[in-house]
């Protein structure tokens, strides 16, 4: 049974940063891609950040690029986001998941694995 959990959540003011981490556990493939959504209140889930199987490409929102940094260690199956200069919009419900496709994509359909998400709120 494969899990993914989310933390590193919480409430920062503009300005500042959060990095938030995904662990995944039970059997995946050794060749699975990781994204991160995040999802608003009255709003679709969209696409954050993701990264392939193998490190070595990565893929952001035009909404966070510059601000965020998604990287993996698979020593410890665990990928994680760095955010920083926060702002107001970036308040959501951050959700990490799995693609054993292998191939970062912004499509949530893509992705095999979710986590329950980490709520990230930002005060102006």
């Known amino acids: 049974q494969v899990q993914v959990i989310e933390t590193g959540g919480g409430l920062v003011q503009a300005g500042g940063s959060l990095r938030l981490s995904c662990a995944v556990s039970g059997r995946t493939g050794t060749r699975s891609a990781m994204g991160w959504f995040r999802q608003a209140p009255g709003k679709e889930r969209d696409f954050v950040a993701g990264v392939d199987w193998s490190g070595g490409q990565t893929d952001y929102a035009d909404s966070v690029k510059g601000r965020f940094t998604i990287s993996r260690d698979d020593a410890k199956n665990t990928v994680y986001l760095q955010m920083n200069n926060l702002k107001p919009q970036d308040t959501a419900v951050y959700s990490c998941?799995?693609?054993?496709?292998?191939?970062?994509?912004?499509?949530?359909?893509?992705?095999?694995?979710w986590g329950q998400g980490t709520q990230v709120t930002v005060s102006s």
């Open positions: 998941a799995v693609s054993t496709w292998g191939f970062a994509d912004r499509r949530p359909l893509t992705y095999d694995y």
